[in-house]
């Protein structure tokens, strides 16, 4: 049973009810940005300017969506374990690209 995983939401960008779905209900809970000062809305949109960064990156260099798709993903994922307040949301989202 997955009972520990919230269920996938319809509100947010694409993709957003997969990646809640993914991530455990406590970090959800507790991103660690909030320790940090970041309220929610905050990190939302810090959340989606990163996913647009790679998005038109990805565009621009004529990457297929697949690989654009999984940047965006792992940009996700990290920010779900460390802190905006740590790491700068252009730097890490243009590293998503090249992983």
Do not use: C, W
Request: glycine residues 8%; aromatic residues 8%; without cysteine.
């Amino acid at each position: 049973s997955h009972s520990n995983y919230s269920s996938p939401q319809p509100s947010g960008g694409p993709g957003s009810a997969l990646m809640l779905a993914l991530v455990p209900e406590d970090v959800l809970a507790a991103p660690p940005s909030r320790e940090d000062g970041i309220d929610e809305d905050s990190e939302d949109q810090l959340r989606r300017f990163g996913a647009n960064l790679i998005q038109r990156a990805g565009v621009l260099l004529r990457l297929p969506q697949l690989s654009v798709a999984t940047a965006s993903g792992l940009f996700q994922r990290f920010y779900f374990r460390k802190s905006f307040a740590e790491f700068e949301v252009r730097a890490l989202a243009m590293a998503s690209l090249t992983l």
